[in-house]
């Protein structure tokens, strides 16, 4: 063979070879994407269920809180507030606004249930209530599901950004768009866990 044709053999073969790396490194950013997306859709799911339970524990306690109506009518509009900023970070999962969105609406939310759960204990018909009881023992079991889908959410985006920063894959990340996903984090650590309960 001539060596012309070897350099362009030679050369071939280096094509193929980066366009596999290429390709490799792509299909790999895409899992990942999809993975913290994935992980956010958990989240999405727990969220409408807390969000489907509120409305049953305001109307349980407004037949007992009659005189807390303010602080009623401030969980509804926390919830509306929370399912608005939850559908938009479900439709961007890892969009840094939506998801500073999310973490806003939800600190909002978890301060007017903790300011009705405060007034509860000032009630003991509502305390002894058997609905309310388990209203809120199933807030609580969904507010833990919400913290490990949250928890596992930020381990997949934190993968997913790892990955696309590493070299060469920050070069394809860069040319093909992939994005930065933001975590879904809280400033005020009292709302990483579960509200407290008392009965």
Do not use: C, W
């Not at 060596?3 to 950013?29: E, K, R």
């Not at 399912?83 to 609406?105: E, N, T, Y």
């Not at 978890?110 to 199933?138: I, Q, W």
């Not at 959410?153 to 040319?175: H, V």
């Amino acid at each position: 063979m001539s060596p012309l044709v070897l350099v362009i053999l030679a050369l071939f073969g280096l094509g193929i070879i980066a366009a596999a790396l290429v390709a490799s490194v792509y299909n790999g950013l895409v899992t990942a994407r999809n993975r913290f997306q994935n992980a956010f859709s958990q989240i999405d799911v727990a969220l409408k269920r807390r969000y489907d339970l509120i409305p049953n524990l305001v109307e349980t306690a407004k037949a007992y809180l009659a005189h807390e109506r303010e602080t009623l009518e401030a969980v509804m509009a926390a919830r509306s507030g929370a399912v608005s900023a939850s559908s938009r970070a479900a439709a961007a999962p890892g969009d840094p606004a939506a998801m500073a969105g999310l973490a806003g609406a939800e600190r909002g939310l978890t301060g007017a249930l903790g300011r009705l759960f405060a007034v509860s204990e000032a009630y003991p018909n509502l305390k002894a209530d058997t609905t309310m009881a388990s209203l809120m023992e199933e807030l609580t079991s969904t507010e833990n599901r919400i913290g490990f889908a949250r928890q596992a959410y930020n381990d997949q985006a934190t993968d997913y950004n790892t990955k696309a920063e590493r070299f060469p894959a920050n070069l394809i990340a860069g040319t093909f768009n992939f994005k930065r996903a933001a975590l879904l984090e809280f400033a005020d650590e009292d709302l990483q866990k579960a509200p407290k309960v008392k009965f």
